[in-house]
C-alpha cells in the first residue's frame, strides 16, 4: 500500500478536476482520492509543492533508436532512413538492441513517461520486449514489417514476416505490461498483400495497427505515384483506419483524410520535436482536434528529436501551432489531455490508465513544481506543468501500482551504468555497419 500525500493531483479525469490531498495506492490500483488515513504500515510519499499527474503515454516512439542519438543529424526524412537509420538498425545484434531499448526506458521513466507505443525494427524484437519487461514500462508495440524496400538490409518476405509477428504476438500479448502491435513502417516500405493481412489479423487477434502516414512531402508524393491516392485515403481503402489504429505524424493531411481520421475513430500522433528536426513541416493539430479526431502525443526517435521528453515535447505542441491558429488553440489542459487520456485512448487502454480516477491502474508521476523555473506557480497547475516543468522535475513514477522512480533514482535499471556504457555500445553498431559491403 503506497500513499501519496498532500499532493495537486491533476486528475485528467473528465471534468479535469484538481484536487489537493492524497492518492492511496493498492493492488496495482488508485484506490482512493481525498484524505486518506493511512495504515501504519503504509509506504508514505512526501507530495507537499508538488503534482501528482497520470503517467505521461508517449504514442510513437522506437525504442530501437536510442542509441543512435546524435548520430544522425541535419537530414531530411527519407535520406535520414535510407542513409542512417535502416542500416544502424540493420547492423543491431540482440544486445545491442536490448541495450538501445534499456537506454530508452531509462530516460522515459525517468521523466515521468509510464506507457508507450513502440515500433520494434525488423530483427530481434524479443530485445525489447525483454527490457521492457525488465524496466517495467507499460508497452505496447511490435516487430517492424517492411517487404517493399528495394536495396534495404531490412526488407523481408511478405510470408516470412507475418509469421514471425504473428508467432510474437500470440508469445508476448498480454505477458505482464506488454501488448503487442503490428508495425507496418509506411505504405511506401509495404505491400498491399502485407497491409491487407494486417488487417485481418488486426481483426482477427484484437492487436493495434501502429505505422507512419503523412510525415513528409516527398513521402506523401510517392505515395499517390504507388497507389493514385492520398496516403490516409490508401489506408482507409484497404480498410485500415478504425479504433485500433494509430498513425504517427499527420504531417500533409488533407481536409477529406481528417474526416476519415474523425469519422473511423483511428488516433493521430503528433511529433512536433522530430517534424521540425527533420523539416518534415507542421501537422494541423488544432484543426484535427476541432474535427475530432484522437491526437496523442509522441518523441518519435532519439536520432530525430534527440530526446524522449515528454515535457519538452509538450511546451513544444502547446506553442508551436499558436502563430498560424491563435493564442487559445492549443490550451495546456488540452495538451496534457494530449499526453495522458487522450494517449491511453489511442492505446486502446483508456479504461485502465491515462487519468487520476479509482478504480483505474496506477500509474502516476509525481512532479516538484518548486524549483524556480516553475514559480511563482499560477492558478493552473496544468499550465506550469506544460509551460514550465522539465523531466527533471520527476521525482517519483509508478507503473501499474509499482514503483519504478523514488526520488529521481531509477530502481528498475542502471541508468547511470548505461549512460556510461552508450558511446561503447553505439561504437560497436557503427563498426559493424561499416564492415558491410556495400559501405
Ligand atoms: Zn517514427
Known amino acids: 500500500m503506497i500513499v501519496l500525500r498532500g499532493g495537486t493531483v491533476v486528475t485528467m479525469d473528465a471534468r479535469r478536476s484538481v484536487v489537493h490531498g492524497d492518492v492511496l495506492v493498492a493492488e496495482g490500483c488508485v484506490q482512493k482520492i481525498g484524505r486518506v488515513h493511512a495504515p501504519r504500515s503504509a509506504r508514505v510519499i512526501e507530495c507537499e509543492g508538488r503534482a501528482v499527474i497520470p503517467g505521461l503515454v508517449q504514442a510513437h516512439v522506437h525504442l530501437c533508436q536510442v542509441l543512435f542519438r546524435?548520430?544522425?543529424?541535419?537530414?531530411?526524412?527519407?535520406?535520414?532512413l535510407s542513409q542512417r537509420i535502416w542500416p544502424y538498425e540493420a547492423a543491431h545484434d540482440h544486445r545491442s538492441l536490448g541495450f538501445s531499448a534499456r537506454l530508452g526506458i531509462a530516460e522515459l521513466l525517468l521523466g515521468g513517461t509510464t506507457a508507450i507505443?513502440?515500433?520494434?525494427?525488423?530483427?530481434?524484437?524479443?530485445?525489447?520486449?525483454?527490457?521492457?519487461?525488465?524496466?517495467?514500462?507499460?508497452?505496447?508495440?511490435?516487430?517492424?514489417?517492411?517487404?517493399?524496400?528495394?536495396?534495404?538490409?531490412?526488407?523481408?518476405?511478405?510470408?516470412?514476416?507475418?509469421?514471425?509477428?504473428?508467432?510474437?504476438?500470440?508469445?508476448?500479448?498480454?505477458?505482464?505490461?506488454?501488448?503487442?502491435?503490428?508495425?507496418?513502417?509506411?505504405?511506401?516500405?509495404?505491400?498491399?498483400?502485407?497491409?491487407s493481412e494486417v488487417r485481418s489479423l488486426s481483426e482477427r487477434e484484437g492487436w493495434l495497427v501502429h505505422t507512419h502516414a503523412s510525415e513528409n512531402r516527398t513521402e506523401v508524393e510517392l505515395v499517390r505515384r504507388k497507389t493514385g491516392r492520398d496516403n490516409i485515403q490508401y489506408l482507409h481503402d484497404l480498410g485500415l483506419c478504425g479504433p485500433r489504429t494509430v498513425l504517427a505524424h499527420c504531417v500533409h493531411i488533407t481536409e477529406s483524410e481528417t474526416r476519415i481520421l474523425a469519422s473511423t475513430g483511428a488516433s493521430a500522433v503528433h511529433c512536433p520535436g522530430a517534424n521540425l528536426k527533420l523539416a518534415s513541416g507542421l501537422a494541423p493539430v488544432p484543426r484535427?482536434?476541432?474535427?475530432?479526431?484522437?491526437?496523442?502525443?509522441?518523441?518519435?526517435?532519439?536520432p530525430c528529436n534527440n530526446t524522449l521528453d515528454a515535457f519538452r515535447e509538450m511546451r513544444l505542441?502547446?506553442?508551436?501551432?499558436?502563430?498560424?491558429?491563435?493564442p487559445r488553440s492549443m490550451p495546456a489542459k488540452e495538451m496534457l489531455a494530449m499526453a495522458t487520456i487522450r494517449g491511453a485512448k489511442a492505446l486502446g487502454l483508456a479504461e485502465e490508465i491515462g487519468s487520476i480516477e479509482e478504480g483505474?491502474?496506477?500509474?502516476?508521476?509525481?512532479?516538484?513544481?518548486?524549483?524556480?523555473h516553475c514559480q511563482p506557480?499560477?492558478?493552473?497547475?496544468h499550465a506550469t506543468i506544460v509551460y514550465c516543468a522539465r523531466a527533471s522535475d520527476v521525482t517519483d513514477v509508478l507503473v501499474d501500482g509499482r514503483p519504478v522512480v523514488r526520488d529521481r533514482k531509477l530502481l528498475t535499471l542502471d541508468a547511470r551504468r548505461l549512460a556510461a556504457q552508450a558511446q561503447a555500445e553505439v561504437r560497436r553498431v557503427l563498426e559493424r555497419v561499416s564492415r558491410r559491403p556495400g559501405n
Open 70 to 80: 546524435n548520430h544522425a543529424d541535419g537530414l531530411e526524412l527519407l535520406d535520414w
Open 377 to 381: 506557480a499560477g492558478p493552473d497547475p
Open 117 to 195: 507505443l513502440d515500433m520494434a525494427t525488423v530483427h530481434h524484437t524479443e530485445a525489447v520486449l525483454e527490457a521492457a519487461l525488465e524496466g517495467g514500462i507499460r508497452y505496447t508495440g511490435g516487430k517492424c514489417l517492411m517487404d517493399e524496400v528495394a536495396d534495404c538490409p531490412l526488407h523481408e518476405e511478405t510470408g516470412a514476416a507475418l509469421e514471425e509477428t504473428i508467432a510474437l504476438g500470440r508469445k508476448w500479448h498480454g505477458r505482464e505490461l506488454v501488448r503487442w502491435a503490428l508495425c507496418p513502417r509506411f505504405v511506401i516500405s509495404c505491400s498491399e498483400k502485407l497491409l
Open 317 to 326: 505542441a502547446a506553442t508551436l501551432h499558436l502563430p498560424q491558429f491563435g
Open 288 to 302: 484535427l482536434l476541432a474535427e475530432g479526431v484522437n491526437v496523442a502525443l509522441g518523441g518519435d526517435g532519439a
Open 360 to 372: 483505474k491502474r496506477a500509474d502516476l508521476a509525481v512532479v516538484d513544481l518548486t524549483g524556480p
